[in-house]
C-alpha cells in the first residue's frame, strides 16, 4: 500500500470547471511534489514545496494552482483546463528538499484526469 | 546538457531468463542515479538508488544495478524474470548536490512470457 495518498483516483472534467485534486502524507515528509505524466511518457516535474512554501514552480500555467496548507497535505487547484491537460497527475514526498538522498522516494498512485 | 538515455523502449523475456535494462547517462559531474518501476495505474516506487560507495547496488524484488563511470552506464539486471516484473521502468539522474531535480529517461516497459 501506497504512504502517499492521493484522491480522488479519477477526475473527468469540462473546460470550464474548478476542481481540485488532494494529496496527503503522514511520514513527517517536509518537501512535496506535483507531477505531470502524459501516456507512455516519464513524469514532468511541475511543482515543489518545501516547508510549505512554494520553491519550485516549472513554468506551470497558471490555470494550475498549488496550495499545501500544512506539511502533511497538498492540493492542485485546476480551473479552466484544456483537453491537452488530460494526464496523470502523480504527487510525491520526501524527507526534505536538497539532495538526492532527499530524491522524492515516495509516489502515490496517481489521479487521473480527464478534460472533456 | 544532462541527460539519461535507456536503450530499448520495449523489452521481452521469457519467465525465469535473466533481466538486463539499459540506462546510459550524460554528465561532467558525478551523478546519482535511480531506477523506478511503474505497474499499471500505479504511481513509481523506487526500486535503488546510486549516490556514492559501492558502485554495485541492491534494490528491491531481487533487482540490482552497477555504476560504471567507464561506460556511463547503470543497467538493472535481475537474474529470473517472474510475471510480477511485468511493469515500466524508468532510470533517472540527478547532479550536483543540493539539486533535488529528477531527469528521467523514457522508460522501457518490460514484458514477461510464460
Known amino acids: 500500500d501506497t504512504e502517499v495518498t492521493q484522491t480522488p483516483k479519477h477526475l473527468v472534467m469540462g473546460m470550464t470547471n474548478k476542481k481540485s485534486l488532494k494529496c496527503e502524507q503522514h511520514?513527517?515528509?517536509?518537501?512535496m511534489y506535483w507531477y505531470k505524466q502524459k501516456a507512455k511518457k516519464p513524469p514532468e516535474l511541475m511543482f515543489v514545496y518545501s516547508y510549505e512554501k512554494l520553491s519550485i514552480n516549472e513554468s506551470v500555467p497558471s490555470r494550475f494552482s498549488p496550495e499545501c496548507p500544512n506539511s502533511s497535505l497538498l492540493n492542485l487547484h485546476l480551473h479552466a483546463l484544456q483537453p491537452e491537460d488530460s494526464a496523470l497527475y502523480l504527487c510525491?514526498?520526501?524527507?526534505?528538499?536538497?539532495?538526492?538522498?532527499?530524491?522524492?522516494?515516495?509516489f502515490g498512485d496517481g489521479t487521473r484526469l480527464s478534460i472533456l | 546538457a544532462q541527460s539519461v538515455t535507456q536503450l530499448g523502449s520495449h523489452v521481452s523475456v521469457s519467465e525465469g531468463a535473466l533481466v538486463l535494462l539499459r540506462c546510459n547517462y550524460s554528465?561532467?559531474?558525478?551523478?546519482?542515479l535511480f531506477w523506478y518501476v511503474q505497474y499499471p495505474n500505479q504511481g513509481l516506487q523506487l526500486l535503488l538508488k546510486?549516490?556514492?560507495?559501492?558502485?554495485l547496488v541492491k534494490g528491491i524484488n531481487g533487482f540490482e544495478a552497477e555504476f560504471k563511470k567507464s561506460e556511463t552506464s547503470f543497467h538493472l539486471t535481475k537474474p529470473s524474470a517472474h510475471m510480477s516484473d511485468a511493469a515500466e521502468y524508468f532510470c533517472?539522474?540527478?547532479?550536483?548536490?543540493?539539486?533535488?531535480?529528477?531527469?528521467f529517461g523514457t522508460g522501457t516497459r518490460l514484458t514477461i512470457i510464460p
Open positions: 511520514m513527517g515528509h517536509r518537501a
Open positions: 546510486y549516490t556514492t560507495g559501492a558502485t
Open positions: 554528465s561532467s559531474v558525478p551523478p546519482y
Open positions: 533517472a539522474v540527478s547532479f550536483n548536490f543540493g539539486n533535488e531535480k529528477l531527469t
Open positions: 510525491a514526498s520526501s524527507q526534505e528538499r536538497t539532495g538526492p538522498l532527499n530524491q522524492p522516494q515516495h
